[in-house]
């Protein structure tokens, strides 16, 4: 039996509760009964309310990241994002995508919605792990803001030429690994 094309500018709906779900959530009741048994229940009590509080905190920064790469593809059009990004964009796409990624301030509440967006819109698996590890490797925010404020200037530069290959070819890696696996 065949699996079900996804629609046209989106991709297959997905599960809300699903296996990683179901692992995450057995993960984090598992713990809270560890700290419940070794620390009291006032410990966990603690924790909790702390972590509740950096959620709400979190919440909006989520939930603007979900919003942009939601509208991305009505700002942008499919046949724009493909030719740029898509599977066919070659290096190109890679260097663009890997630039994307090293230029994309934020954190992963927004670089992760943001991708997913981009592959919803056209853009292929390789595109989107070049703007990941673009933006894991090589992001500007965090070189200019952090790396340069701690670490002579000439190992930041060491640093970044070393980096600077990686997202394309993790990029290469990942497409011809999909091109293989459709063989």
Not at 39 to 50: D, H, I, S, T, V
């Amino acid at each position: 039996m065949q699996t079900p094309e996804p629609p046209p500018g989106g991709s297959t709906p997905r599960k809300m509760i699903d296996g990683s779900f179901l692992f995450i959530l057995g993960l984090a009741v598992t713990s809270g009964a560890a700290v419940w048994w070794l620390k009291g229940g006032a410990r966990l009590w603690e924790l909790f309310l702390r972590d509740s509080g950096f959620a709400i905190v979190l919440l909006p920064k989520i939930a603007a990241g979900v919003l942009i790469a939601s509208c991305l593809p009505l700002m942008l059009s499919r046949d724009r994002i493909i030719a740029l990004v898509g599977p066919d964009s070659g290096l190109r796409g890679l260097m663009i995508a890997t630039a994307a990624g090293a230029i994309l301030p934020g954190g992963p509440s927004v670089t992760y919605p943001l991708t997913i967006g981009l592959m919803a819109a056209g853009a292929d698996l390789g595109a989107g792990t070049a703007l990941v590890s673009g933006w894991v490797l090589l992001g500007l925010n965090r070189t200019l803001i952090w790396e340069l404020s701690f670490l002579p200037p000439e190992f930041v530069a060491l640093r970044m030429l070393v980096s600077l290959p990686g997202p394309i070819l993790i990029g290469l890696a990942v497409r011809m690994l999909l091109r293989r696996g459709r063989r």
